[in-house]
């Protein structure tokens, strides 16, 4: 059974990958520090999967900490690495916290790769790095453009030193840009945990549905869009996990066109704000209270991916639509609410 490590798999896309990869026969240790993330998580893939999947509690920013895990796991296959932080908002007011976290952490992993030849390398990346696109919808080959928050530039150089590394190294490389992924594994075991106040759409729109938070604000209708609101490629979790799982299966045929292939992860449909909003009045049933803000800086006005790359190499079928990421998403709040105390419990810390 090969081993995958899992960086960051107590979180929202790597717990929902952790899932997917074990349905396809792999063994999966995760690195989580858990800073921004509790074991709430991995409680849920335990009672989907009924494996306890082992997570090494290690600051990857602590070389040697980071280095131990692989001295313990020396038969590690891949490595699928989506620790980082990941708030656009955020990272415009702490550029340095964002810059050490999520370069530092690249740079030790890749430090182990290099020492213990891992031969597969998975990078989270992301539409962002595409910046604001002169034509939709993006390819791969669509160019990268100067990111607009600290966040995007951590993953143009993420995918920058990947690149460079895995050029000079026997390390096979894939690099996944993630749309926007949305709601949760249809079982309702795991979902998206947003640490204080959701900076994304959807958590936004199921917390104000709830009552989580007062009301949701939409950033501007007054672009020049269909509705007058940004369009965005949401793609449910479970799709973008389960690409995970053929990227690897991928790299382990040898099936790499290069040393480092890129796929863009999204549905290839654009929805505007107002059209999310309305998918999930229909299936939650309920109006949504809402009213109209100012734009945000930094929006992107319109984005959606071309994604026949990865349906034709990776053998990648999208099979959930809008109204399910709305479903499973409102699902998944809810039964969030219900096990409130026991993830508080749990001690998020914002730290
Ligand atoms: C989507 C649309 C907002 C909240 C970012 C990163 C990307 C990925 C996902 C990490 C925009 C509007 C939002 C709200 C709103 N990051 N909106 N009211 O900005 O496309 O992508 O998050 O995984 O890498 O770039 O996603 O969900 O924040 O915004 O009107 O309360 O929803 O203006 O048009 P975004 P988002």
Not at 177 to 182: A, C, E, K
Not at 280 to 285: A, K, L, T
Request: aromatic share 10%; with cysteine.
């Amino acid at each position: 059974m090969k081993k995958i490590l899992v960086t960051g798999g107590c979180g929202y896309i790597g717990s929902h990958t952790i899932v997917d990869l074990i349905e396809n026969g792999f063994d999966v240790i995760s690195i989580d520090d858990q800073s921004r993330s509790t074991r709430y998580l991995l409680d849920g893939i335990e009672k989907m999967t009924g494996k306890k999947v082992k997570n090494y509690k290690v600051d990857l920013k602590d070389y040697n900490d980071t280095r131990a895990v692989f001295q313990e796991n020396e038969d590690i296959s891949g490595i699928i690495h989506f620790a980082a932080y990941k708030a656009v908002g955020e990272s415009v007011e702490e550029p340095l916290m964002y810059y050490e976290n999520n370069l530092f952490s690249l740079i030790n992993l890749l430090k182990c790769v290099d020492e213990f030849h891992v031969p597969h390398f998975v990078f989270s990346s992301s539409c962002t790095v595409y910046g604001s696109p002169d034509t939709i919808p993006v390819t791969e080959e669509s160019p990268i453009k100067k990111a607009e928050s600290p966040y995007g530039s951590t993953k143009q150089m993420g995918e920058e030193i990947i690149t460079n590394v895995v050029k000079a190294a026997d390390t096979k490389a894939i690099l996944l840009r993630y749309f926007n992924p949305v709601g949760a594994h249809p079982s309702i075991l795991i979902g998206e945990l947003p640490l204080g106040k959701p900076a994304n759409l959807v958590p936004a729109i199921t917390q104000a549905a709830i009552g989580k938070i007062p009301q949701l604000t939409v950033f501007g209708t007054d672009y020049p869009t269909r509705d007058g609101s940004n369009i965005r490629d949401y793609i449910h979790v479970s799709d973008i996990a389960h690409a995970h799982t053929l990227a690897i299966q991928y790299l382990l045929a040898e099936k790499n066109k290069t040393n480092c292939d890129i796929f863009n992860l999204g549905t290839g449909n654009g929805v505007t704000v107002l059209e999310a909003i309305k998918a999930f009045e229909e299936v939650s049933g309920q109006k949504l209270n809402y009213k109209v803000g100012p734009r945000r800086p930094g929006d992107v006005v319109a984005i959606y991916a071309n994604n026949n790359y990865a349906r034709t190499a990776l053998g990648w079928d999208i099979k959930y639509d809008l109204k399910e990421m709305m479903r499973t998403a409102w699902a998944w709040e809810v039964k969030v609410k219900q096990d409130e105390e026991i993830i508080k419990s749990q001690k998020f810390q914002y730290n």
